[in-house]
């Protein structure tokens, strides 16, 4: 599976590359995607086939790892290319699964293909969304995950206004099994009104519709295109949820549930065991999607949790209790996150588990046509959906952070589908008064909440990371390094691919040796101005006609740097470091 487990540790007990060799590693072989946009997730291996998957077109390649990674077969979907456009943050894929025979791929036009692993022929395929056209603008970036014998895949779009959704269907023929939806009637969000807690407490009637106004949960966003985790023993289905529709926060008074929450779900049928809010009425664009680790006996305050940690865009690291939805520990892993003075542990006070927003900081407070300034993170967060791992050997977390401030100016917009519903204009830059750059990876200690320590970057760490017991944790940087460090930090080993690396690193066994690889290909939203052409004057102006409308900035440097949602201007220095073009690197120790 693209998360390397059910708990999502992304740990690996292969051990022949360690600390006191990994300095030796040279590269084995490449290969080429034939596709230029941002190359996210990573290779699959199962057996001695490798699975590589590109952004849009999407296509899958079987290579033979007996045989110098020989194309054994290549499939290509036929896809409207208007569902390019309406892909906001570049046309990212983050991988393929595997069961029962057959590799699934979640199209970036919601299609769900499920694959005959042996020879590419299409086995079955499933509409996941309402149109494949883009005219509702629901799109799919998330690698589907597989739990006993149903496949499970959420729906990406909420800067259209998309209602977010998560969906299982059978891995046998693409039926459709059940479908919880965010936002909406507890019909459709498959909440037990008495029984689905919040906190410890029933969440009542109707959650996902009695904190939004009037009909507004329709378009309401919290989508799904982040990562899935699993517990066995509880049979429960974790992953978070993204921001509400519109980014404009005036425009939808309420908490807006359930956008910006963690759900747990029965993996059988759907329902919600529980649920916990993290950002209740999203005034920054910070997506609740980012990956749930869950982690056995963790030692909290004298006692042991099976626990789920979470690292949230909002800057705010979360650890609870997976079982009963218990919120255990909440605190910055960025000492310079703002927005919020911290969250209330007292579970006696009217703001238990609550955000203390700052008003300075707050976009609903200042309100319309108002530009807020220096709020950090930037809507990007402390961590977007690029996946921490964790060491069972150390206990700690090893965390690919954005050190990311912005500012954020609201204004009025109307829903009409198929069409950007944003309503912000937003400037992002290194976090002032800091090293400088604009990443660190991190080591985080999830029972106390404290930072261990952190490795400044350039720019924001955007790969996924990789610890295995070889005591050496993998991360790969935007300028297309990538890096392993000790379990201390220490750097111990660097190599410069061909392009910027927003992939996860991957490590296997194939003839008793071990191998890394990683996929390279600048692009995602940190790198969304090279992979969309946003870096010029043409493309940015278009890309604001298209997502600003009659609100897109006249005077030209401004178009540039906030176009993208306010990535291109913080990472136009990029450009001078790397350049288009997806490629997976091999490595592995001398012969």
């Known amino acids: 599976m693209p998360t390397g487990d059910y708990a999502n540790t992304r740990y690996s007990k292969l051990n022949q590359i360690n600390k006191d060799n990994v300095k030796d590693l040279q590269v084995k072989w490449t290969f080429s995607t034939g596709v230029l946009r941002g190359h996210?997730?990573?290779?699959?291996?199962?057996?001695?086939?490798?699975y590589v998957h590109t952004p849009f077109p999407n296509i899958v390649y079987a290579?033979?790892?007996?045989?110098?990674g020989r194309i054994l077969w290549k499939y290509e979907p036929k896809q409207d290319p208007t569902v390019i456009s309406i892909m906001c943050c570049d046309t990212v894929n983050r991988g393929v699964a595997y069961g029962d025979g057959k590799i699934i791929l979640s199209q970036a036009d919601t299609m769900v293909t499920a694959l005959d692993?042996?020879?590419?022929?299409?086995?079955?395929?499933?509409?996941?969304?309402?149109?494949?056209?883009?005219?509702?603008?629901?799109?799919?970036?998330?690698?589907?995950?597989?739990?006993?014998?149903?496949v499970i895949i959420g729906i990406s779009g909420a800067e259209y206004g998309v209602r977010g959704h998560i969906s299982a269907y059978n891995l046998k023929d693409g039926s459709l099994a059940w479908r919880g939806y965010s936002t909406g009637p507890d019909s459709e969000t498959l909440i037990d009104?008495?029984?689905?807690?919040?906190?410890?407490?029933?969440v009542g009637k109707d959650s996902g519709i009695n904190?939004?106004?009037?009909?507004?949960?329709?378009?309401?966003?919290?989508?799904?295109?982040?990562?899935?985790?699993?517990?066995?023993?509880l049979n429960l289905i974790y992953y978070g949820t993204g921001n509400p529709s519109t980014w404009n926060p005036v425009q939808r008074p309420g908490d807006n549930r359930w956008s910006m929450t963690i759900f747990a779900r029965d993996a059988d049928t759907g329902v919600a065991k529980w649920l916990y809010q993290m950002t209740p009425h999203d005034e920054w664009d910070y997506d609740g999607v980012n990956e749930m680790i869950l982690v056995d006996g963790m030692q909290i305050n004298g006692a042991a949790h099976d626990v789920l940690v979470h690292f949230d865009r909002n800057g705010f690291a979360y650890t609870m209790d997976r079982a009963s939805g218990e919120l255990l520990v909440a605190k910055k892993y960025d000492p310079t996150v703002n927005w919020a003075t911290e969250v209330v542990m007292d579970k006696s006070s009217d703001q238990y588990g609550r955000p203390q927003v700052v008003a300075k900081y707050s976009t609903q407070q200042n309100g319309?046509?108002?530009?807020?300034?220096?709020?950090?993170?930037?809507?990007?967060?402390?961590?977007?959906?690029?996946?921490?791992?964790y060491s069972p050997k150390t206990g700690l977390f090893y965390v690919p952070t954005n050190h990311v401030?912005?500012?954020?100016?609201?204004?009025?917009?109307?829903?009409?589908?198929?069409?950007?519903?944003?309503?912000?204009?937003?400037?992002m830059y290194p976090t002032p008064g800091s090293h400088g750059g604009m990443g660190n990876f991190i080591a985080w200690d999830a029972a106390k909440g404290e930072i261990v320590w952190s490795k400044p970057e350039q720019f924001s760490v955007w790969s996924g990371a990789l610890a295995t017991e070889g005591d050496v944790v993998f991360y790969g940087t935007l300028e297309g390094y990538i890096k392993a460090v000790d379990n201390e930090g220490k750097e111990l080993y660097k190599f410069k691919t061909p392009s910027g690396i927003i992939g996860n690193i991957n490590t296997f066994e194939h003839g008793g040796k071990q191998y890394i690889a990683v996929l390279s290909g600048i692009g995602g939203w940190?790198?969304?101005?090279?992979?969309?052409?946003?870096?010029?004057?043409?493309?940015?102006?278009?890309?604001?006609?298209?997502?600003?409308?009659?609100?897109?900035?006249?005077?030209?440097?401004?178009?540039i740097s906030t176009a993208g949602l306010g990535a291109v201007g913080g990472y136009a220095a990029l450009a001078d470091y790397t350049t288009l073009g997806g490629q997976l690197t091999v490595f592995g120790l001398p012969d």
């Open 40 to 50: 996210e997730g990573g290779p699959l291996v199962i057996g001695d086939v490798m």
């Open 63 to 68: 290579l033979d790892l007996n045989n110098d």
């Open 117 to 150: 692993a042996k020879t590419g022929k299409v086995a079955w395929s499933v509409k996941n969304g309402q149109a494949t056209d883009g005219s509702i603008s629901e799109s799919s970036t998330s690698a589907p995950m597989i739990v006993k014998d149903k």
């Open 193 to 202: 009104p008495e029984k689905t807690t919040h906190l410890g407490k029933p």
């Open 211 to 233: 904190t939004w106004e009037g009909e507004q949960w329709k378009t309401g966003g919290g989508t799904t295109w982040g990562w899935y985790s699993y517990d066995p023993k």
């Open 368 to 389: 319309e046509d108002t530009n807020t300034t220096g709020v950090c993170p930037a809507a990007l967060g402390t961590k977007d959906q690029q996946p921490a791992t």
């Open 405 to 427: 401030c912005m500012d954020y100016e609201p204004y009025k917009v109307s829903y009409t589908a198929g069409q950007a519903y944003v309503g912000a204009t937003v400037a």
């Open 526 to 559: 940190a790198g969304i101005g090279l992979a969309g052409g946003l870096l010029q004057a043409e493309g940015a102006a278009a890309w604001q006609a298209a997502v600003a409308g009659q609100n897109a900035p006249t005077d030209e440097a401004k178009s």
